[in-house]
């Protein structure tokens, strides 16, 4: 039986604010707890930790393939098991053999590019990806059966314990392993957070012949989705991967700040946003009911509440900065208003790039990406030879924001088609 409108709404309501609750309060106890770290850490050293987030954000990707994006749309539940066990199984063995070759390549003293600033740091990359890899394909069995309080519950984890460990090793002056390890011990302490209540979804048991066959059937995700999420994230962290080669760790600092604040709330609100909107669209789409009139109530709702805070920060994010973080910090504003125009489309874009897996379209926005990649390397190239950070950061987020703009009217056309098919 079709569950009536305003059921429907006040269901979709009441599961992003449980996400969002958790993603709030995980931002609070940030910003909260940046107020101290900035003035015991330094930009350098804020430059070093974002080049080794940037590896980690990279890793991810290839240590579960994007399969944890198949456990929300598979046919039944026994699927959806099945597909996470598969993922589960890949992201040890990607962490395992990743471990192995940065030992490796650590001991013989090769480690590659900007990795080689790292150092014993290298080492804490594996565990960080393992534990990353294993939270997203927890949180997406519970997306699959909406149940969204314990992904809430270990946000909340997750930012407390690394805010927690990042000032102790600060006061302890464990300047440069204190964010990595930080960031470590906080995703771990999250993953045990999810793994405890794993059990109240009274799971299917499968074999191992159920999940090869279910990694099989969705091998788009690995294929376009992976692709695609590898392109964007390597494309989106050339700022720290490449800038760092040719201009000052103080500036890219400042950057990595600005940044941080700029689109760590939009990538985590996106994904409490996406998830909540991934599963409802899905089960629209099974149940063959319209999707266009949900995507727009949440464009309309979340643009009223962002459009506000960008003019804000137009106006206000130098003074900001400085009064939280210090004098240190002095310039992170101007890079602010940079990414401005990107933050605000981001909003909007980030949340629904579920969309191209519900219309099998990977093989496009694959495509996109691989077009910002070469868009980003253009503009990044043009800021370096002419010698200006500012300029190649200015371009970045300019090529960033047209794109992202064609990808949000891709998306729109692309609910719109399957509305128009349902009423045929």
């Not at 106890?29 to 990279?58: K, N």
């Not at 999250?190 to 159920?210: H, Q």
Request: proline share 4%.
């Amino acid at each position: 039986m079709r569950m009536p409108s305003f059921i429907r709404r006040f269901t979709l309501v009441r599961e992003s604010a449980t996400l969002l609750s958790g993603k709030v309060a995980a931002q609070v106890i940030t910003l909260v707890a940046y107020l101290v770290i900035t003035r015991l850490y330094t930009p350098a050293d804020y430059a070093l930790f974002s080049i080794f987030y940037s590896f980690i954000e990279i890793f991810v990707i290839l240590s579960t393939c994007k399969y944890e994006m198949a456990v929300v749309v598979a046919r039944d539940a026994d699927e959806s098991v099945a597909v996470s066990r598969f993922a589960l199984r890949l992201n040890t063995v990607f962490s395992a053999v990743l471990l192995a070759v940065i030992t490796v390549l650590y001991l013989c003293d090769a480690l590659p590019g900007k990795s080689s600033q790292l150092g014993l740091l290298a080492l804490l990359i594996p565990p960080l990806v393992f534990f990353s890899g294993t939270s997203r394909i927890y949180a997406s069995l519970y997306n699959r059966w909406h149940r969204y309080g314990p992904i809430a519950v270990s946000d909340v984890v997750n930012a407390l314990s690394a805010a927690l460990f990042k000032i102790g090793f600060g006061v302890a002056g464990v300047l440069r392993a204190g964010m990595p390890l930080s960031a470590v011990l906080g995703q771990a302490l999250s993953n045990v957070a999810l793994r405890l209540r794993l059990r109240t979804l009274s799971l299917p048991s499968v074999g191992r012949d159920a999940a090869v066959a279910a990694a099989h059937r969705h091998r788009n995700f690995p294929l376009y989705v992976a692709s695609k999420d590898l392109a964007n994230t390597f494309s989106a962290n050339l700022p720290f991967l490449l800038l760092a080669f040719y201009f000052d760790q103080v500036e890219i600092g400042l950057f990595a700040l600005a940044y941080t604040f700029t689109f760590r709330p939009v990538n985590l609100l996106n994904s409490a946003f996406e998830r909540v909107l991934y599963a409802r669209a899905a089960d629209l789409q099974r149940s063959r009911q319209p999707m266009a009139p949900t995507i727009w109530r949440f464009l309309l709702a979340v643009n009223a509440v962002a459009l506000p805070i960008g003019v804000a920060l137009w106006f206000f994010a130098e003074p900001l900065f400085v009064f939280c973080f210090s004098e240190q910090w002095t310039g992170c504003g101007v890079y602010v208003r940079m990414l401005l125009p990107w933050f605000l489309l981001s909003l909007s874009t980030m949340s629904l790039m579920f969309i191209p897996n519900l219309f099998s379209s990977q093989r496009i926005e694959f495509a996109a990406m691989l077009v910002l990649l070469v868009l980003r390397v253009v503009a990044l190239a043009v800021g370096i030879k002419m010698a200006s950070f500012a300029l190649a950061i200015h371009l970045f987020a300019v090529v960033s924001t047209l794109v992202v703009a064609g990808l949000l009217m891709w998306y729109l056309v692309q609910v719109r088609r399957y509305d128009r098919l349902l009423s045929c």
